[in-house]
């Protein structure tokens, strides 16, 4: 209570000026008509004493301002009046920025560690925004007269906003606002009558201050932050000897989805590109990840439906299959998609396509082969190797990951797979259903803990039901072998288990490939992730270095590795006359279990741990026709919507092809189209798709009252009458 007590006093003294200020008609004396009537005896009392007059002006300005009250327009235009443009701009720039700091200074005080506590959750993401981008965000609202500058200081006090910082940014972006004022000031000093504001000067003023703000709110960010960023990069580039001409416009590092699309867009826009992969072209996606781990998966489901057939009574269906030949189709499919991402393909679209390691030796050049490379801009695609933790004895099993999996040709009778993110279920699933006997391990009490719990409870029940060891609560401490067996311990709960296998696939995360080409000489900055840490725009601390993909994260999926390839490309070309932001407002993935499981957006575990109000609206396949004629009917659509309005803030679907059907919601959901829009939409029926209408629909049902459907009883009751 005693810490409180200071707080308390000083709210209930500025709470009693400001209402002291209205019960005695203090605000007479900040008013227009009050300056004109006083306007000659405010001149003569400044001739004979400047400096008092400068000192009483300067305290009313800071007291007014500190106090929130109103006023201040009038206080600016008095200031014009008496001292003219020069002092009357330095009085008011810097009064208002000192009773404005005060201001924030009382909110912080007073309000902060209480606001702070009670929304800790929703002003989380807040903060984060504030720390990165809050200096560009006040600058604008300073740039702003719309906006109540008061409000301004009280709301940034309750932020992690640094005082001099709040002090500086404030009085530069007040600047411009208080040059006008003033200068109206100036002009009001000449008038007869408040009609005479309207001159041809002042009108000049406030149109000035009208357009600035808007031009400003565009292109402040894009080209400050070019300003700044150029300021910092001086020092980097210092020490760095920029060539006079450049071989290529852009350097892709990496033959992965982020590099084939970085250069298929330079290449379309004509300009010169080279392409450097040390591997394989395609990268991880084509060659480790998403199309063998699919290409098993769908080969595992012919297996599952195989033997579904035979369980629902239909006869003569074979099952048999050989281990070394489903691993064959895995590489059949990967050859049949390889000339899509091929030297070939690229070569015949403009992009000089190199293979072997690269070096960057400095921001402009490249080195391949022995040969260098000058270029305007790189872009580094490196993408990101699979994790192997440090574990006792794990080493010496000859760990499978995603890059050494698919080389497998004998069947592994007891395979154990560390990791229950999407990866490491994913691939449990495929190889139980192709006849392994498959032991998943995972340390959280759950699989897929990224989604909702009711989302793993219904993956980990197929799991259980289709023999797989699901073992959660597990954690893999030491592997060892013993007569010819591998073994791995587990702890579960303080209890050691043992588990004995011959294959096992390390599935738990993967990390970015950031050395051995030349970032650590460089000084590319990096993150706590230990990926590399890039701006809006995609660059790096060196301007012209950009990256893109896995080696960036956060999402380490292909197609957020193509969008921000775009980014990549494209600002490489056109900075620095322009810049796009990239954009991860909407991000749609799927995790290819049985059944899929597709999201975008929030779904309820993250609305809650941010504090985000919603409401729920869900519809069960058990439900959805299609879904019975497919023997599919197990699943939901579940979509997050702002209460009491049918916009859509996340949506999660389980159920077979989930990863399809959710593309009408992210579509609703990047341009702002509601569940009323989707329910409006002809679904053609029978299909999977239907399910999304249906889940807009029992939305609708949820939002019609009671009133109107009394009000549509009674309407239909006196028809029939």
């Known amino acids: 209570m005693k810490s409180k007590a200071p707080k308390i006093i000083l709210l209930l003294l500025l709470i009693s000026a400001f209402i002291s200020f209205f019960v005695f008609d203090l605000g007479q004396y900040l008013s227009f008509d009050y300056l004109k009537s006083q306007q000659s005896n405010f001149q003569s009392y400044y001739a004979k004493n400047q400096v008092l007059t400068l000192a009483i002006y300067f305290l009313i300005y800071v007291v007014s301002t500190a106090l929130s009250l109103p006023g201040a327009a009038i206080l600016t235009l008095a200031g014009g009046a008496l001292f003219g443009n020069m002092v009357g701009v330095i009085v008011v720039s810097f009064a208002s920025t000192i009773g404005a700091t005060c201001a924030f200074l009382a909110s912080r005080y007073i309000l902060r560690d209480y606001v702070q506590e009670k929304f800790k959750s929703r002003l989380k993401t807040i903060n984060k925004g504030i720390e990165k981008e809050g200096g560009f965000y006040l600058f604008t609202l300073r740039l702003i007269p719309a906006v109540p500058f008061f409000v301004i200081n009280m709301v940034m006090g309750l932020t992690n906003m640094g005082v001099i910082r709040f002090f500086i940014i404030s009085q530069v972006g007040m600047l411009a606002g208080t040059f006008v004022y003033v200068n109206a000031g100036t002009q009001i000093g000449q008038l007869d009558s408040p009609a005479g504001i309207l001159s041809p000067n002042i009108l000049i003023s406030f149109v000035i201050l009208g357009l600035f703000p808007l031009i400003a709110k565009k292109f402040i960010k894009l080209y400050v932050g070019k300003l700044v960023s150029w300021w910092s990069s001086r020092k980097v580039y210092s020490k760095y000897k920029k060539p006079k001409k450049f071989d290529y416009n852009v350097i ?67 099952v048999e299959y050989d281990f070394a030949e489903v691993m064959e189709r895995v590489q059949r499919v990967v050859k049949t998609i390889e000339p899509h991402d091929s030297v070939e393909r690229y070569t015949n679209l403009g992009v000089s396509c190199y293979t072997g390691y690269a070096k960057i030796k400095s921001p402009w050049e490249v080195e391949i082969n022995g040969e260098i490379l000058t270029t305007k801009n790189i872009v580094i695609a490196s993408g990101a190797g699979p994790f192997v933790p440090n574990i006792e004895g794990l080493e010496k099993m000859d760990p499978m990951t995603s890059e050494n999996l698919w080389n497998m040709r004998e069947q592994p009778k007891k395979l154990l797979v560390l990791g229950g993110g999407p990866i490491g279920s994913e691939l449990a699933q495929a190889f139980h259903r192709v006849g392994c006997n498959v032991t998943q391990l995972e340390l959280a009490d759950r699989i897929l803990v990224r989604e909702d719990k009711e989302v793993s409870d219904i993956v980990m029940k197929d799991f259980k039901d289709e023999g797989i060891n699901l073992l959660t609560e597990h954690k893999a401490v030491r592997f060892y072998e013993e007569g010819g067996k591998r073994y791995c311990v587990a702890d579960h709960k303080g209890e050691e288990k043992v588990i004995e296998f011959d294959k096992v696939i390390v599935a738990l995360g993967r990390k970015a490939r950031v050395t051995g080409f030349g970032l650590e000489e460089l000084g590319i900055e990096l993150t706590d992730r230990g990926t590399i840490q890039v701006n809006d725009w995609m660059q790096t601390n060196y301007p012209n270095i950009y990256a893109c993909g896995d080696v960036v994260g956060p999402y380490q999926f292909t197609h957020m590795a193509a969008h921000q390839a775009w980014f990549c490309a494209v600002n490489a070309m056109a900075s620095p006359f322009y810049s796009f932001d990239v954009d991860y407002s909407i991000v749609p993935w799927c995790t290819y279990t049985d059944p899929e499981i597709a999201r975008c957006g929030l779904n309820e575990t993250e609305a809650q741990e941010q504090d985000i109000p919603y409401e729920v609206s869900t519809y069960d396949l058990e439900e959805l026709d299609r879904a019975i004629t497919e023997e599919a009917a197990h699943g939901f659509v579940k979509v997050l919507t702002v209460p009491g309005k049918d916009k859509i803030i996340g949506v999660t679907i389980v159920g077979m092809h989930a990863g399809d059907y959710i593309a009408e919601f992210v579509t609703a959901m990047k341009y702002g189209l509601g569940m009323n829009k989707i329910l409006g939409t002809i679904h053609i029926y029978p299909t999977l798709a239907e399910a999304n209408k249906y889940a807009a629909g029992a939305w609708k049902k949820n939002h019609v009252s009671e009133k109107t459907l009394n009000l549509a009883m009674r309407f239909n009751s006196w028809r029939r009458t």
């Open 252 to 318: 892709a590092i990496g033959g992965g989805a982020a590099g084939l699309v970085t250069s298929y867009i330079g290449a379309a826009a004509k300009a010169k590109v080279a392409l450097i992969e040390a591997d394989k072209m395609g990268g991880d996606c084509l060659n480790y990840g998403c199309v063998p781990s699919k290409a098993i998966i769908r080969t595992a489901k012919f297996m599952s439906d195989a033997k579904k057939a035979q369980s629902l009574g239909i006869k003569n269906v074979n």
